[in-house]
């Protein structure tokens, strides 16, 4: 595992191995390894012969400042943590290196940008879209890889590669839960005791939600899942949409013709949580 902390250096050496015929896979992240991060390098590791691993607090996707100032970083626990897992690269830039200079582009994500996330955190995926493009010139990998746990970032990530014609191909992996069904999360490590065993809540009502789903139309779910979360003090959901799986709008009942996921943005005290469900008809 080699820690590289400047871009021209990671980008030289990739080149080296790309050269030499090597399939890259990069797993981009902004730290704070849980399962859920551990789990994609798993992924990213048996299906290249080089695996990248970025750890970088990105400013420019955070459009609240304390969610900024507060979120964990402990790269030296990250290194240990993640060394055993054998990734050829550990990517960890100082913020001047990914932005010497303020990033003024602005993208359009069509439908998949106004809603949810989108709607709540307005710029959010703006900042994401300006990290990934950065890191993707950098790292040029192969394969890419991304949690279906940030669903709609899965989304636009995948609508951008299309739209920019990239040649990288996205790969999604699964959500990685707490035993207690919590998806798995760095920001997890901020709730306080009452909370984190209150945040179980979010994936009982989803997986119930689910069984449910033959009994009730979508309006009346959605009620209802609003119902359950709220029911609890310490939890205050912000939305819940059940949206098709790729365009991401609304959808009125259970039979059009699309695959359907629930998503949801709950806080916990001060902490934001996002989680999702698949519907399957
Ligand atoms: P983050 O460090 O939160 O930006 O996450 C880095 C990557 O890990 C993103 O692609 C996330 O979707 C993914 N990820 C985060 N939490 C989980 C989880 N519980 N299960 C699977 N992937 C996850």
Redesign the pocket.
């Known amino acids: 595992m080699r820690v590289i902390r400047h871009k021209k250096e990671l980008h030289e050496l990739l080149g080296l191995l790309r050269s030499k015929g090597d399939k890259i896979g990069f797993?981009?992240?902004?730290?704070?390894f849980?399962?859920?991060?551990l789990?994609?390098l798993r992924c990213c590791r048996k299906e290249n012969n080089i695996s990248v691993v970025s750890i970088f607090v990105n400013p420019t996707q955070f459009n609240d400042k304390n969610d900024f100032k507060n979120y964990p970083r402990d790269l030296n626990k990250d290194l240990q943590v993640i060394e055993p897992e054998n990734p050829d690269f550990v990517f960890c830039p100082e913020t001047d290196e990914m932005y010497p200079e303020p990033d003024k582009r602005v993208f359009d994500f069509g439908k998949l940008g106004n809603v949810m996330e989108g709607e709540f955190r307005p710029g959010h995926f703006n900042g994401v879209a300006q990290i990934v493009t950065k890191l993707f010139d950098i790292v040029m990998p192969n394969n890419a890889?991304?949690?279906?746990?940030?669903f709609q970032?899965?989304a636009i990530i995948t609508f951008m590669v299309r739209s920019l014609n990239l040649p990288i191909n996205i790969v999604s992996?699964?959500?990685?839960?707490e035993t207690d069904g919590l998806?798995?999360?760095?920001r997890n490590q901020l709730l306080n005791p009452e909370e984190r065993k209150s945040a179980a809540l979010i994936f009982q009502t989803l997986s119930k939600a689910v069984n449910l789903q033959k009994q009730h139309k979508i309006n009346e779910l959605i009620n209802w899942v609003f119902e359950q979360i709220d029911s609890n003090p310490l939890l205050k959901v912000e939305y819940f949409k059940i949206v098709d799986s790729i365009e991401l709008q609304p959808v009125n009942n259970w039979e059009a013709q699309c695959n359907k996921v629930g998503c949801i943005a709950v806080k916990a005290g001060k902490i934001r949580l996002i989680d999702n469900i698949r519907f399957n008809s």
Do not use: N, W
């Not at 849980?34 to 991060?37: A, M, Y």
């Not at 890889?145 to 940030?150: A, L, N, R, T």
């Not at 998806?183 to 760095?186: G, K, L």
């Open positions: 797993v981009p992240t902004m730290g704070t849980h399962e859920g991060h789990s994609l890889y991304f949690g279906e746990k940030d970032q899965l992996c699964p959500i990685i839960r998806a798995m999360s760095s």
